[in-house]
């Protein structure tokens, strides 16, 4: 039916069957054919044929103005479909805690500049919560901190961008040693449960038999460091935010024996997002040129001074 609708309209725009034909490139008998079997699909007479050339009737004029609706909203809804569209629509991206802080306006501003028509929803929530919104259709991609090695559980596509660098930071005052024994007494500022980067220190711990002393759980990670620099207690915190927050002379980096974490920085999605595909892309490219930038500059782990001979 949607030919027999752009018949009708080239034919109303043209005011004659020879002229539709002209422009659709067709025979003027295949658009009369056409126009033929619009009116039988809708059971009336559109074009007056008492009158030569013929022209619509009144119905005719009516369908003729729902006809060019449903063409339109038929190229909008192709255009949503199509990688090779404009950018546009509503992008909804979800935050795993970890990353939702000010790093990752630069890449979210060069999205929103360059397609203007693409209105972001963001939304910050726990990773298995992300994945489950995903999968539910409430998120288009998530913006994920994953252990390495690890990808996101079917049917979620996952897409490897950067890599990050956690430090065990204590106050710039803080007297814990850079081991496991001294670490296993210490009071922690961690992540709430569920967070996969707190159950790896948690497992490396427990292997050399100690289990951390939980002294506050938050999501917040500049709530973390502020407890970690007033000396509250022990805090896992990526190198990236220790050095974009000149907080490198008010806590001390603790590099125990056998202990690397890095996690990686992931896109997840459930498939395809047609004209959406390109924005994706550009925050992608974004969230890598952020990491790759942040990774050249490191974080020194503090060494206590020598002391004077006796």
Not at 143 to 165: C, F, H, M, N
Not at 230 to 238: K, S
């Amino acid at each position: 039916m949607f030919d027999d609708l752009r018949a009708l309209v080239e034919f109303a725009r043209a005011g004659s069957v020879v002229g539709a034909a002209e422009h659709l490139y067709r025979t003027p008998s295949a658009i009369t054919r056409q126009l033929q079997r619009l009116e039988a699909a809708v059971g009336a007479t559109l074009l007056d044929r008492s009158v030569k050339p013929p022209r619509l009737t009144s119905l005719g004029s009516r369908v003729l103005e729902h006809a060019r609706d449903l063409l339109l909203r038929t190229e909008a809804l192709k255009s949503v479909a199509s990688i090779d569209a404009e950018p546009h629509g509503f992008l909804r991206i979800g935050l795993s805690h970890p990353l939702a802080e000010g790093t990752l306006i630069a890449p979210i501003l060069a999205l929103t500049d360059t397609y203007p028509r693409v209105r972001l929803r963001l939304v910050s929530e726990l990773t298995v919560e992300l994945f489950r919104r995903l999968v539910a259709g409430e998120l288009d991609v998530a913006v994920v901190l994953l252990p390495e090695g690890k990808t996101a559980p079917a049917p979620l596509v996952t897409k490897i961008v950067a890599s990050d660098r956690m430090e065990i930071v204590q106050s710039a005052a803080g007297h814990v040693k850079a081991d496991w024994k001294s670490l296993g007494t210490a009071p922690w500022v961690l992540n709430p449960l569920g967070c996969p980067l707190r159950a790896k220190l948690v497992d490396r711990m427990e292997r050399d038999g100690f289990t951390p002393v939980i002294a506050a759980e938050v999501h917040n990670m500049h709530l973390q460091l502020a407890f970690v620099q007033a000396g509250y207690g022990v805090g896992l915190l990526p190198a990236r935010f220790i050095v974009r927050h000149r907080s490198i002379d008010t806590v001390k980096v603790l590099r125990p024996p056998s202990f690397a974490l890095h996690p990686t920085i992931a896109i997840v999605r459930v498939g395809q997002l047609g004209a959406l595909e390109k924005a994706v892309g550009l925050l992608e490219h974004g969230i890598r040129h952020l990491f790759e930038a942040s990774s050249r500059r490191k974080v020194p782990a503090k060494r206590s001074a020598a002391r004077p001979p006796k």
